[in-house]
């Protein structure tokens, strides 16, 4: 949560209201490397659900001043050569989910 509080400028201490309220409305989900034990917190990784909201903070936030001053074609380039990699994570989360809901992950443990 260091991560967290270091990037957001948010006390340590806080976070974890701020987590456990997003978390709540399914925004963000909490992932645990296989082969951890539950409660080893410093494995833990928090990751956006909303495809729509991580597209907006990988590719539009970072960029926002090139799109105002340069225009949307260099962002554009750039979009098309992480899309790729941008879209496997998303293709990644769309199986855990089917796999979650034939009640398959309960075979393999936490992912």
């Known amino acids: 949560m260091s991560n967290i509080a270091n990037a957001t400028g948010i006390e340590a201490r806080s976070i974890h209201k701020y987590l456990q309220n997003l978390l ?3 925004l963000i989900r909490r992932e645990q490397p296989v082969g951890t034990k539950h409660g080893q917190n410093k494995y833990v990784m928090y990751k956006i659900n909303d495809q729509f ?3 907006r903070f990988k590719f539009i936030n970072p960029n926002r001043n090139i799109l105002q ?3 949307k074609e260099i962002v554009i380039s750039q979009i098309r050569t992480k899309f790729n990699d941008f879209m496997g994570e998303g293709f990644e989360l769309a199986c855990r989910q089917i796999v979650a809901k034939m009640n398959v992950g309960k075979l393999f443990g936490e992912y």
């Open 24 to 26: 709540a409305i399914d």
């Open 53 to 55: 909201i991580r597209f």
């Open 69 to 71: 001053i340069q225009g």
